[in-house]
């Protein structure tokens, strides 16, 4: 069965840190990755995903994230948080085939920005 | 403009009284899926659907009930709440296939005393 761990629940940064925030999934086979992220009352948004082709993939609001097979992981990075970042994010995996529309999220990170 | 809509929005009631959130969207998706969110645990599945009167139990489907009589709609029952219920639930769309077309309902905070 597929499962994402996120290992950081909270995270608290101040503005122009940078950011990593790290996933791993366990899933031997094809995955698709996703971050969403859900802003104070909001309901959650597509921030980037991971289908096939370069690693490294570039999301909405000068997000990233690196998908690395072996080691199970899609950490999301940003090089300098704004206080406006602060929210939920979460991790998720699909596994293309049968489930194909089934995506399984993380616990979440919840990140604080520090003005 | 593409939503995923539901109601109520903030919900308290008592233990045993039968109630229904319902879920709509006005994109023709054909896939439908209800999540609850807890603290530390993530959003977790509780049914879904493929397609009308295509329905599947998620992660975590007990005390819950749900039904696709039309594309649009997609209504999560709960007919015997209990406080373990309490929650905050999303509704979501998506074309099926395609998770990343998934959009998500505004939520439903629903409290049992």
């Known amino acids: 069965a597929q499962s994402v761990s996120q290992h950081n629940h909270h995270v608290i940064l101040s503005e122009a840190a940078s950011l990593e925030l790290g996933c791993n999934y366990s899933y031997g086979g094809t995955v698709n990755l996703f971050w969403y992220v859900q802003y104070p009352g909001q309901h959650l948004q597509l921030l980037l995903k991971y289908f096939s082709g370069d690693p490294l993939v570039k999301g909405i609001k000068g997000f990233e994230a690196e998908f690395i097979k072996s080691k199970f992981s899609f950490n999301l990075r940003k090089p300098s948080v704004q206080w406006s970042d602060t929210a939920e994010y979460f991790c998720a995996v699909n596994a293309p085939g049968s489930s194909a529309s089934k995506i399984i999220f993380g616990s979440g990170t919840r990140l604080s920005i520090r003005p | 403009e593409a939503q995923v809509t539901q109601n109520p929005r903030y919900l308290i009631t008592v233990t045993g009284k039968k109630l229904t959130v319902t879920c709509s969207q006005n994109m023709n998706h054909e896939y439908m899926s209800w999540y609850r969110q807890d603290p530390g645990l993530g959003l977790r599945q509780i049914y879904y659907s493929m397609n009308v009167e295509v329905t599947d139990k998620g992660d975590v489907p007990e005390g819950y009930k749900v039904s696709r009589k039309e594309k649009r709609n997609f209504p999560l029952i709960l007919e015997s709440p209990s406080p373990n219920q309490t929650s905050l639930y999303f509704c979501?769309?998506?074309?099926?296939?395609?998770?990343?077309?998934?959009?998500f309902g505004p939520g439903t905070r629903l409290t049992v005393l």
């Open positions: 979501a769309s998506s074309i099926a296939g395609y998770p990343d077309t998934q959009y």
